[in-house]
């Protein structure tokens, strides 16, 4: 007789009954091949002995077993195991690890991996980050209430549903109230998709256009996370410049007179990662490029509420574009909340077959999410938040300015038109891996460059996300940074 004691193993603190457990256990067993047809178990009272359980709970164990067909009652004999079962050849049982505990037994498709690299003291509460809103201001009380009077609805069951793919409808038309008022498109909802994030609708909006092979053109640098997503796409990227003007558009020119290009990506408003906005010269160009070389565009605008010492300038897609741009944004940071709800603008069509892809991997958003957000955007409260919170990063922004000139020659940077980090561009000497390591020894925590990682970082520079530190934060924060760089 096989050594059930030490094969079957009780757990009296799992939340599973204890007669699935050694149910389940024999089942193992026999798919293991340590049981093999044929064989008859146990009896109950021998087994229960065994066990330390009660006999009930192993007939319990058996009548489960039996109702799955594991095994068949035979009068006067016990409980056999169903003999219809194919054999299996035993595998040892002594010190084997679990199956998901073991690495796959088939062959990956290779995926982009962004290296985290381990820097001591990663989880300390001080962080600068890539710039992210400060999750404190964010309009949580409002949110909560709208949710809840959702829910006490007497019709509150069709906001629980799932939200078509294209989004919640009531949300794609508060949308385009938004989007015209704010940004000038003029749109109507079926030109909207709500997705879960600004990566999500870049990502089918890319998989949309992109075959193995097709040109694909970014800056350089350029958003990490886009990049991968068109190379795993199949695409080879061709990158230009990024300069205090935005994209170099003579470059993208040049590109397409010797090469058929398939898309061009581009953030106009605070690229990323340098911040830098896009002339008001260079747009007029890019649009003219746009519509001589039939390019299609994906435009990013992933933090446009927030702008500072002057007024945003109006997208690429707020002109006349021909259908070439797709526009994709998020909510995300503009109220923060940890709600992944992203949006893309762009032709009928388009955004069908954007919605057909999507079910794929994602049959619908959700609805009650999509639904309160609908109504925060309808009665002002996205608005009224934005407003108060444009005012609190702008002072933070010129505190985070003033704060880094104390790093001296080191340093160098300018203060960005919006948005919620700043470009410090590092003298060559300086080893920035390493100030950023010797930071986190001191309980600050930076935000790593991708582009180390990546082979496309021209310049000694990192984001500091100044938005989501208050003026005593980033005084520590700074001064952390101080002594990091002196300690080289």
């Known amino acids: 007789m096989l050594p059930y004691k030490s094969l079957i193993r009780i757990d009296r603190k799992s939340r599973q009954p204890i007669y699935l457990q050694v149910a389940n256990r024999f089942i193992s067993l026999i798919q293991d091949g340590l049981i093999r047809p044929g064989t008859y178990l146990p009896g109950s009272r021998i087994l229960a002995e065994l066990l330390s359980l009660h006999r009930k709970?192993?007939?319990?164990?058996?009548?489960?077993?039996?109702?799955?067909?594991?095994?068949?009652?035979?009068?006067r004999k016990g409980m056999m195991v169903a003999s219809n079962l194919p054999e299996i050849k035993p595998r040892t049982f002594s010190g084997a690890?679990?199956?998901?505990?073991?690495?796959?037994?088939?062959?990956?498709?290779?995926?982009?991996?962004?290296p985290h690299p381990r820097i001591a003291g990663r989880q300390k509460k001080l962080v600068v980050n890539d710039g992210f809103p400060d999750v404190r201001l964010a309009p949580l009380d409002e949110w909560i209430r709208e949710c809840r009077s959702l829910i006490q609805h007497p019709a509150y069951y069709r906001h629980l549903a799932f939200s078509p793919a294209t989004g919640n409808e009531h949300l794609r038309a508060q949308l385009v109230k938004h989007l015209s008022?704010?940004?000038g498109l003029n749109i109507i909802p079926e030109n909207t998709m709500i997705t879960r994030?600004?990566?999500?609708?870049?990502?089918?909006?890319?998989?949309?256009?992109?075959?193995?092979?097709?040109?694909v053109i970014t800056g350089s640098p350029n958003y990490y996370f886009a990049d991968m997503t068109f190379e795993q796409l199949g695409a080879q990227l061709l990158r230009v410049p990024v300069d205090k003007d935005g994209l170099d558009v003579d470059a993208v020119e040049r590109?397409?007179?010797k090469k058929k290009i398939k898309l061009l990506y581009v953030i106009s408003h605070h690229h990323h990662p340098t911040t830098v906005t896009l002339s008001a010269e260079r747009r007029m160009k890019l649009l003219e490029i746009i519509r001589q070389y039939n390019l299609a565009v994906i435009e990013d605008d992933y933090d446009y509420d927030f702008y500072y010492s002057a007024a945003?300038?109006?997208?690429?897609?707020?002109?006349?574009?021909?259908?070439?741009?797709?526009?994709?944004?998020?909510?995300?940071?503009?109220?923060?909340?940890?709600?992944?709800i992203g949006f893309m603008i762009a032709p009928k069509h388009f955004i069908e077959r954007a919605a057909a892809l999507r079910k794929l991997m994602d049959l619908g958003g959700d609805n009650l999410v999509e639904e309160a957000l609908a109504n925060m955007l309808k009665e002002?409260?996205?608005?009224?938040?934005?407003?108060?919170?444009?005012?609190?990063?702008?002072?933070?922004?010129?505190?985070?300015?003033?704060?880094?000139?104390?790093?001296?020659?080191?340093?160098?940077?300018?203060?960005p038109q919006g948005g919620m980090a700043i470009w410090l561009k590092f003298q060559p000497e300086l080893?920035?891996?390493?100030?950023?390591?010797?930071?986190?020894?001191?309980?600050?925590?930076?935000?790593?460059?991708?582009?180390?990682?990546?082979?496309?970082?021209?310049?000694?520079?990192?984001?500091?996300g100044f938005a989501s530190l208050n003026q005593r934060e980033l005084t520590q924060a700074v001064g952390i940074m101080e002594k990091a760089i002196g300690m080289q």
């Open 97 to 114: 690890r679990h199956a998901y505990e073991q690495e796959p037994a088939f062959a990956l498709n290779e995926i982009p991996m962004l």
């Open 181 to 183: 008022g704010t940004r």
């Open 255 to 257: 590109l397409c007179k």
């Open 57 to 75: 709970t192993i007939v319990a164990a058996y009548d489960e077993l039996a109702s799955q067909d594991w095994v068949a009652p035979v009068p």
């Open 312 to 340: 945003p300038i109006v997208p690429l897609a707020s002109a006349d574009h021909g259908g070439h741009v797709i526009y994709v944004g998020s909510f995300t940071k503009s109220l923060g909340l940890s709600l992944r």
């Open 197 to 215: 994030g600004a990566q999500m609708s870049i990502y089918l909006a890319a998989a949309l256009l992109i075959h193995k092979g097709d040109y």
């Open 380 to 415: 002002g409260v996205v608005a009224r938040h934005l407003k108060k919170a444009n005012k609190v990063y702008w002072e933070r922004r010129d505190a985070a300015g003033a704060l880094l000139q104390q790093l001296g020659r080191q340093v160098t940077f300018q203060l």
């Open 431 to 464: 080893d920035l891996p390493q100030m950023i390591t010797q930071a986190a020894s001191l309980g600050l925590t930076m935000n790593f460059p991708h582009q180390y990682f990546y082979g496309m970082q021209p310049e000694n520079a990192i984001r500091f």
